[in-house]
């Protein structure tokens, strides 16, 4: 019942300000005063209106995991997220070994297996990058420089990043 | 006679020596992704979209690769469903029902081998429902302004809600959220930004390539993570594989109805292969009564919803192809290949495109013979695949579909919204939200969005305008009973739960 509630909150209040955004779209002579903000209007609306009636009339809690596996659960979510911004500078070998090993550990933890599942994919996966699909520029490994490692993980810092 | 003379053409492009190579590797490729637990046909296109892209394949070749991948994961879905009672996809539940039970018997190689029968002929029939009938359609579409397109796209979001999901009101939601990402981007008339909040990432849009990946692939390494990978254990081993001739023919009816229901099931826009399947496991049970064992383990328990599911499979393309709307999960999924391709699904398609429409038609009928011809001898291989463990598929599958949208579009603004996609995922998955109408309203936002505009321009605002023809008053009366109906037949089309040991 609760999670219905505040998963239907969170809708509400994201359509509002959608609604409120739709209504400051800048428009000018050529796409006329009000059709770009209609169909955005419409689709604030809708989703408000089914907001409420799943605030009103919720569904029956699902099985949440335990504490636990969320910290588990965010630790993949950071750990991707680094991998992301680190694929830039370092290339693809290093960081996939890296994070193709935390994932295999968090499904099943045995450390030496997850180790080398993280290196085994992701020379397995460069090979087949590189010889098979001739991809060898998207999986390309380079040496960055300290300023440029930074400059990628600063990405993710809220307001120091670009 | 015209027909005949499309289907030349088709297979004229389709038969060429590397057309065809292309078109064993996606089956073979296809069979795997379907078998693999979490891997389902919708997942498995969207992961290779990107590198299919990336590769830079001509349209033609595209097209046949990912439509053999398609087939084949329909096919594939089927071995996990027998051999493990773990449905590699929505559609392959109905086949638990009574494949897992025939499997725990000691006959899994004849279950494997019967439902690949069934599914070649529900597949055929459909690909030939689907010649015959896609070309009509697409003339009657020509009488389609925005109106009707309006109306369609409505239709669309309304049945799909309907079947797919448990509450009404949590599938508009997720249609919401979906053409509401649709809508970021710059605006095509006024080529003024909208909704981006000043980022200059989201100028382009979102990517649905990014979407579906992320809320298909990197949700389902969430799910594992929670489940530490419980459930991929092997149910039941596999012995000999040899022909069940006799099974097959006492099914041939069976196989012919079912193809029948799954088709016209599948034609819906927004219905899918997963009612297709079901509504072809009840016609056969209810035609079998009390007697007929359904749920025991009977071969035609096994038949009839894999012949459904592959008719349906088949039939949702009819309305892919000619208006433009999937009819399911994984139509939505071929449609953004299309749109990656730079081809618009539609009735022009047909008239200035006829090497797309027909190759894409014979690629399927090919696929189709190579998948029956690969599944029996090579049914051992793919069971083999399925025990790959958990702790090296799901890392593999995130690392290549983040490397996949990395080729396709080399920023990391992408990569960290596919993550957002999968916590997003993972989240509406929880709640119990489909995640089908995310993408559907991804996808056809714009274009919705540019058939109301015409329209309201067309009538100079006046909302009356989109009522105002018989065809479009027809659709929304549909999109409005294939809302509300499902909440009064909810007791009635309750699904069947999976057989439990």
Known sequence: MASDRIFGLITLITAVAYIAAATQIQTNFFSGEYLPKLFPLLIGCVAAICSLVLIFKPDPDPDWPMARTWGNLLVAVVVLAIYSVMMTPLGFILPTAVAASILSYQISPNAKRAVLAGIGLSLGLFVIFKFVLMLGNVVAYRIPTPAKLWDAFSILIPFVGH | METLANLALGFSVALSPYTLMLAVIGCFIGTIIGALPGLGPSNGVAILIPISFALGLDATAALVLMTAVYYGAMYGGRISSILLNIPGDEPALMTTLDGYPMAKRGEAGNALVL????????????????????????????????????????????????????????????????????????????????????????????????????????????????????????????????????????????????????????????????????????????????????????????????????????????????????????????????????????????????????????????????????????????????????????????????????????????????????????????????????????????????????????????????????????????????FVAPMFLRGILKKPQAVSD
């Open chain 2, 115 to 482: 439902s690949g029968a069934a599914s070649f002929v529900g597949a055929f029939l459909a690909t030939i429902g689907l010649i015959l009938l896609a070309p009509v359609l697409a003339r009657v579409a020509f009488l389609f302004g925005p109106a009707e397109y309006f109306a369609l796209y409505l239709l669309a979001f309304c049945t799909l809600g309907g079947m797919a999901s448990n509450n009404q009101a949590k599938s508009a939601i997720a249609a919401c959220i979906g053409l509401g990402i649709a809508m970021i981007g710059v605006d095509s008339t006024s080529g003024l930004p909208r909704l981006t909040g000043g980022n200059l990432h989201l100028y382009d849009g979102v990517d649905f390539l990014v979407a579906i990946v992320g809320l298909f692939a990197i949700a389902e390494l969430f799910f594992f993570i929670e489940s530490h990978g419980k459930g991929s254990s092997i149910g039941v081993v596999l012995d000999k594989v040899k022909i069940p001739w006799t099974y097959i023919r006492q099914t041939i009816p069976t196989m012919l109805r079912a193809s029948g229901v799954g088709f016209v099931a599948g034609v819906l826009p927004g219905a899918g292969a997963s009612l297709g399947s079901f509504l072809a496991y009840m016609t056969e049970k209810s035609i079998a009564g009390e007697k007929g064992g359904f749920g025991t383990g009977v071969p035609k328990g096994v038949a009839a919803p894999e012949a459904g599911n592959n008719a349906a499979a088949g039939g949702a393309l009819v309305p892919m192809l000619t208006l433009g709307v999937p009819g399911s999960g994984t139509t939505a999924v071929l449609l953004a290949l299309l749109m990656t391709l730079n081809i618009t699904p539609g009735p022009t398609l047909f008239r200035d495109n006829p090497d797309v429409v027909w190759g894409l038609i014979a690629s399927l009928l090919i696929a189709n013979v190579v998948l029956l011809i690969m599944n029996v001898p090579m049914v051992k291989i793919f069971v083999k695949i399925l025990s790959v463990p958990a702790w090296i598929l799901l890392p593999g599958v995130t690392m290549v579909s983040t490397t996949g949208i990395f080729a396709l579009t080399g920023s990391y603004f992408d990569l960290l919204m596919l993550i957002g996609f999968g916590v997003l995922g993972y989240f509406l998955r929880k709640l119990d939200v489909p995640t089908v109408p995310v993408i559907l309203g991804i996808l056809l936002g714009g274009n919705m969005e540019d058939a109301l505009r015409r329209a309201m321009t067309l009538s100079d605002g006046d909302p009356s305008y989109l009522f105002s023809s018989p065809i479009a008053i027809g659709l929304w009366i549909a999109a409005i009973a294939g």
